[in-house]
Every structure is written in structure tokens, then in C-alpha cells.
């Protein structure tokens, strides 16, 4: 069947950096689905020619070079059309329909522009006869910045389309790495029986980056870490690790398991907000031996910066999952901007036996601890205790670890987490896409957050550029006697 791509927002910054790029992995792969059409519409004035220009450019910027190949360009260009209209306008629209899609295709339309022109779009969809039943239509975030302003976008996208149609995406789901948690977990069987508050210390999941917020303050000023990145990334990344096995790989399943996860979630409140939740602002220093401003001397893009902004640019909460499996495991999730390095990753600490048989004196006995990391060095490290080796009395121990790497050092990925998705959506499967349901309840959680941060005055702590965040994120995990794997085995 013949499949119409329909990218509203086609000229926009999303499309260019990352969904030509991606659909030309696609391409690269040989999965490029036979007979698409690309479509890139926009308002802005273009040409045919002078647009492909424009796709080539970014593309050639944000493919590896090793990637890129005349040929591939030349069978990917192809595919790809450029309309000028306006989604919003059911004229504009119909204008376009008639010129570029075929009747009968598989249609699947990407808004790549703000939820706010979402519900315009979609009625404008529904107008010219293109929100069919078997219509797909991709969104992202932002979905709202609270549990009630992400039903209000919601209610427009379902007043026009079914759940089935509707591909949240939430790109940490298209990540390799973020994949291989469900084949850890559930092609291994060595790790489920002791996936549990039995065995399990705590865990800890960190994304940290080295960039600051640039260019983006004033959107960043109204979303800040927990908005931007907990409420999906870091929430989707512990949904994954610790969701019950799902009892078939289909997207209601996996869906349904996740959701139970987010539900579960013990509520944060003013009364425990303090204990449990730190927010950061990053202050100049240095990252990567260059000098970077603090948050509030970034040059801002549009609107003149609120000296008193308390916006977080580092956030560290101590979560719980009280059910079963999980009830007394703190869950620690941090993430932050100019921070030291650019890393993610997902530490399991395991608990350590009561009784020790090796001597105190030359014990350097640590718990097992599984690193999971997510980026840059996409990998698992065990660290395991061994004999020290030599002829020194008794059994002298040392941590060393198992380390496996998933790509090696030379390994250039032939695609990114946006080209997985958009095969996805190409071929139907929902699964590593959210569901509303997982949305609300994530908002759900964190507006408390919000809600306690406000009722109790808490404000942001100044950490320095280039450090590990705020030295209230050690306090905090410090209470329970941890501390953070920063970088360290
Ligand atoms: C985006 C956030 O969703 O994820 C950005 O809006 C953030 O602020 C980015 O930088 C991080 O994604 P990645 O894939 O680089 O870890």
C-alpha cells in the first residue's frame, strides 16, 4: 500500500534536525517502506529545489559522514515533497490534499509544530476528509505542563481520533539502550529473581548533560527540569526497569504494566517535599575547561530574563514504588543541565549479606552493582568481588567488574532513537509509544511536586557549572546513608 507521510511543520526546526535525518537512517537501512511520499508542508514560501537544499544541509549536519552517500540522498530526495500551506486552514488543506495525497493511501501525519495549534489542525484534518479511521497521527512533547492542560490538548486530539491512532512519541523509548532494559530483564533469567525490595539497596537513574539551556530560556523558564525531562524521560526509563513482565511484547500490555508503575508512585507532599526533592539552578563556571554563564546571565532569545526566576535546571527526587515488588526501595532520579558530563545511566545497587566470612582486616567488601548506562558508552558494567591473587593469607578480596559493551569503540550507529520510532509508527506498533493514560498519571505526580514546592516557598539551590549539581542532592541521598555513583564503579 501506498503510505502519505504528511509532516506539518515540514521547514520547522524538529523536522530538520531530526525526523529528515532519521527518515534518511530509514533509507540507509534499507527499511524505508516502499511507494512513501514524504510530505514537508509549512507555511513559509518554498520551492521544491531550494527546500531539499535546505533538508540536504541539516542532514548532512547531523549524519556522521561516514553515512552519508550521494546515492542514498538521491533515492531518499526522492521520496520527499514540499507544500506550501497552512494545516490550521481547512482550504489550505484540502488545497494540499487535492495536489499531494493519494487517495486510498496510508495516511500518517506528523505535527511537528506547538500543541497549542494541535485542536486547529486536527479540525482541520477532520474538514477535509483526512481523519479517516485508518489516519495515524504522531505528537510530542511538550503535552501540556500540568496534568490538566495535557487533558486539555488531549480532549482535542480525541475528539478527532481514536487511542489507536494517537503515537505519543517520547524519544527515550526509540534509544537502544532504553529497549535493552525490556530484553534484560525478560531474556535473562538470572536477574528476575532478584529484581526486588529483597535484594535491591536503592537505585539510581542520572541524566545528566553538560549543555545549557542556550537559546531555548524563555522556553525553558516555563518548564524546567522536572517538566522537561522527569515527568517523561526519567519516569518512561524507571516505568521500563521496574514494570511487572508484561504478559505478551504488544503495545496494551506493556502499556498497561507501565501505567501500573506510575500509579503507584508515592505521593510527594508539603510536608515531605523537603526530604525527598531538591531543585537546582546552575551558576557560571566551567564545563569542559570553557568558562559558561549561570542560568540567569544566559542570553535569552525573546523576552528580557527574570532575575528572580526560580525555574529548575537540576532536580533530585527520592521516589518510591509502593507496591509489592518494590514498597522501602528508594528510587533516586536526578537530572540536570551543565552539569559535569553529558551522561545517563541506571545504577541497581544490591543489597549485601548480614554475615561476613572474610577477614575485616584486608576486606574490601562492596555490594554488587549493576550499571546500566544509557549514553554516551551505551553498555553494562557488574561490579563482583574477587580474590586478591597472590599468597597473602586467607581470602583477600577486590571489586572488579564485568563490562560489556553493546557497540564497541569504533561503532558508528547506523540510525537514532527518532528513525526507530518512525518505523514504528510506519508499520503500526504502538508499543514503544505512550499511552494517555501514562501521560496523566505521570503529570499527576509530578503537579504535586510543584504543589508542595510552592505551598512550602521551596526555592532553587545555586550549583556551579561543570560540578556533579547541588551539594542539597548529596544531603539528600546522604539521609539514607548513600551516595551518588558519580562516574566511580
Ligand atoms: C529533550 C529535552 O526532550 O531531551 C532537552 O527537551 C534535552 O532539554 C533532551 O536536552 C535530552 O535528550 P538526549 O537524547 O540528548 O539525552
Given at each position: 500500500?501506498n503510505t502519505?507521510?504528511?509532516?506539518?511543520?515540514?521547514?520547522?526546526?524538529?523536522?530538520?534536525?531530526?525526523l529528515?535525518?532519521?527518515?534518511?537512517?530509514?533509507?540507509?537501512?534499507?527499511?524505508?517502506?516502499?511507494?512513501?511520499q514524504?510530505?514537508?508542508?509549512?507555511?513559509t514560501?518554498?520551492?521544491?529545489?531550494?527546500?531539499?537544499?535546505k533538508?540536504?544541509?541539516?542532514?548532512?549536519?547531523?549524519?556522521?559522514?561516514?553515512?552519508?552517500?550521494?546515492e542514498?540522498?538521491?533515492?531518499?530526495?526522492?521520496?520527499?515533497?514540499?507544500?506550501?500551506?497552512?494545516?490550521?486552514?481547512?482550504?489550505?488543506?484540502?488545497?494540499?490534499?487535492?495536489?499531494?495525497?493519494?487517495?486510498g493511501?496510508?495516511?500518517v501525519v506528523?505535527?511537528?509544530?506547538?500543541?497549542?495549534?494541535?485542536?486547529?489542525?486536527?479540525?482541520s484534518?477532520?474538514?477535509?476528509?483526512?481523519?479517516?479511521?485508518?489516519?495515524?497521527?504522531?505528537?510530542?512533547?511538550p503535552?501540556?505542563?500540568s496534568?490538566?492542560?495535557?487533558?486539555?490538548i488531549?480532549?482535542?486530539?480525541?475528539?478527532?481520533f481514536?487511542?489507536?491512532?494517537?503515537?505519543?512519541?517520547?524519544?527515550?523509548?526509540?534509544?537502544?539502550?532504553?529497549?535493552?532494559?525490556?530484553?534484560?530483564?525478560?531474556?535473562?533469567?538470572?536477574?528476575e529473581?532478584?529484581?526486588?525490595?529483597?535484594?535491591?539497596?536503592?537505585?539510581?537513574?542520572t541524566?545528566?548533560?553538560?549543555?545549557g539551556?542556550?537559546?531555548?530560556?524563555?522556553?525553558?523558564?516555563q518548564?524546567?527540569?522536572?517538566?522537561?525531562m522527569?515527568?517523561?524521560?526519567?519516569?518512561?526509563?524507571?516505568?521500563?526497569?521496574?514494570?511487572?513482565p508484561?504478559?505478551?511484547?504488544?503495545a496494551?500490555?506493556?502499556?498497561?504494566?507501565k501505567?501500573?508503575?506510575l500509579?503507584?508512585?508515592?505521593?510527594?507532599?508539603?510536608?515531605?517535599?523537603?526530604?525527598?526533592?531538591?531543585?537546582?539552578?546552575?551558576r557560571?563556571?566551567?564545563?569542559?575547561?570553557?568558562?559558561?554563564p549561570?542560568?540567569?546571565?544566559?542570553?535569552?532569545?525573546?523576552?528580557?530574563i527574570?532575575?528572580?526566576?526560580?525555574?529548575?535546571?537540576y532536580?533530585?527526587?527520592?521516589?518510591?514504588?509502593?507496591?509489592?515488588?518494590?514498597?522501602?526501595v528508594?528510587?533516586?532520579?536526578?537530572?540536570?543541565?551543565?552539569?559535569?558530563?553529558?551522561?545517563?545511566?541506571?545504577?541497581?545497587?544490591?543489597?549485601?549479606?548480614?554475615?561476613?566470612?572474610?577477614?575485616?582486616?584486608?576486606l574490601?567488601?562492596k555490594p554488587?552493582r549493576?550499571?546500566?548506562?544509557l549514553?554516551p558508552?551505551?553498555?553494562?558494567?557488574?561490579?563482583?568481588?574477587?580474590?586478591?591473587?597472590?599468597?597473602?593469607?586467607?581470602?583477600?578480596?577486590?571489586?572488579?567488574?564485568l563490562?560489556?559493551?553493546?557497540?564497541?569503540?569504533?561503532?558508528?550507529?547506523?540510525?537514532?532513537?527518532?528513525?526507530?520510532?518512525?518505523?514504528?509508527?510506519?508499520?503500526?506498533?504502538?508499543?514503544?509509544?505512550?499511552?494517555?493514560?501514562?501521560?496523566?498519571?505521570a503529570?499527576k505526580?509530578?503537579?504535586?511536586?510543584?504543589?508542595a514546592?510552592?505551598?512550602?516557598?521551596?526555592?532553587?539551590?545555586?550549583?556551579?557549572?561543570?560540578?556533579?549539581?547541588?551539594?542539597?542532592?548529596?544531603?539528600?541521598?546522604?539521609?539514607?546513608?548513600?551516595?551518588?555513583?558519580?562516574?566511580?564503579?
Amino acid at each position: 500500500m501506498n503510505t502519505d507521510l504528511l509532516i506539518v511543520g515540514g521547514d520547522g526546526d524538529l523536522a530538520l534536525r531530526k525526523l529528515y535525518p532519521s527518515l534518511y537512517y530509514l533509507e540507509l537501512n534499507d527499511c524505508m517502506p516502499e511507494n512513501v511520499q514524504i510530505i514537508g508542508m509549512a507555511r513559509t514560501a518554498n520551492e521544491q529545489t531550494a527546500f531539499l537544499a535546505k533538508v540536504k544541509e541539516w542532514l548532512q549536519a547531523n549524519v556522521s559522514e561516514a553515512l552519508y552517500s550521494d546515492e542514498k540522498w538521491q533515492a531518499f530526495s526522492s521520496k520527499i515533497v514540499f507544500a506550501q500551506g497552512d494545516a490550521t486552514n481547512p482550504e489550505s488543506l484540502a488545497k494540499v490534499k487535492e495536489e499531494f495525497l493519494g487517495e486510498g493511501n496510508q495516511l500518517v501525519v506528523y505535527l511537528a509544530i506547538p500543541p497549542n495549534i494541535f485542536g486547529n489542525v486536527c479540525s482541520s484534518l477532520e474538514a477535509c476528509g483526512l481523519a479517516k479511521p485508518t489516519t495515524r497521527l504522531v505528537v510530542e512533547k511538550p503535552l501540556g505542563e500540568s496534568r490538566e492542560s495535557f487533558l486539555a490538548i488531549n480532549d482535542e486530539l480525541a475528539r478527532v481520533f481514536t487511542e489507536e491512532q494517537l503515537f505519543r512519541i517520547d524519544h527515550y523509548l526509540g534509544k537502544e539502550t532504553v529497549q535493552n532494559l525490556i530484553a534484560m530483564r525478560f531474556a535473562n533469567d538470572i536477574f528476575e529473581p532478584l529484581w526486588n525490595s529483597k535484594y535491591i539497596d536503592h537505585v539510581q537513574i542520572t541524566v545528566s548533560e553538560s549543555v545549557g539551556v542556550g537559546n531555548r530560556w524563555s522556553f525553558y523558564d516555563q518548564t524546567g527540569a522536572t517538566r522537561d525531562m522527569v515527568q517523561n524521560h526519567l519516569l518512561q526509563v524507571l516505568c521500563l526497569l521496574a514494570m511487572e513482565p508484561p504478559a505478551v511484547l504488544n503495545a496494551e500490555s506493556v502499556r498497561a504494566e507501565k501505567l501500573k508503575v506510575l500509579n503507584c508512585l508515592k505521593t510527594i507532599t508539603p510536608e515531605n517535599v523537603k526530604e525527598y526533592t531538591v531543585r537546582g539552578q546552575y551558576r557560571n563556571g566551567v564545563v569542559d575547561g570553557t568558562s559558561v554563564p549561570g542560568y540567569l546571565e544566559e542570553e535569552s532569545d525573546k523576552y528580557e530574563i527574570d532575575p528572580n526566576s526560580q525555574t529548575e535546571t537540576y532536580v533530585a527526587l527520592q521516589a518510591e514504588i509502593q507496591n509489592w515488588r518494590w514498597s522501602g526501595v528508594p528510587i533516586y532520579l536526578r537530572t540536570g543541565k551543565r552539569l559535569q558530563s553529558r551522561h545517563s545511566e541506571i545504577v541497581v545497587q544490591f543489597k549485601q549479606s548480614h554475615h561476613q566470612i572474610f577477614n575485616q582486616n584486608h576486606l574490601e567488601h562492596k555490594p554488587n552493582r549493576m550499571v546500566i548506562r544509557l549514553q554516551p558508552d551505551e553498555g553494562i558494567r557488574l561490579r563482583i568481588m574477587n580474590k586478591v591473587a597472590g599468597l597473602e593469607a586467607g581470602i583477600p578480596l577486590e571489586s572488579g567488574c564485568l563490562d560489556f559493551h553493546f557497540g564497541g569503540a569504533n561503532h558508528v550507529k547506523k540510525h537514532d532513537a527518532y528513525s526507530r520510532l518512525l518505523f514504528d509508527v510506519l508499520r503500526n506498533d504502538q508499543t514503544l509509544f505512550v499511552s494517555a493514560a501514562e501521560v496523566e498519571a505521570a503529570w499527576k505526580w509530578v503537579d504535586q511536586i510543584f504543589a508542595a514546592w510552592k505551598e512550602t516557598g521551596m526555592k532553587a539551590e545555586g550549583y556551579m557549572a561543570g560540578s556533579f549539581g547541588p551539594p542539597g542532592a548529596d544531603v539528600l541521598i546522604a539521609r539514607g546513608g548513600r551516595e551518588w555513583h558519580n562516574l566511580v564503579l
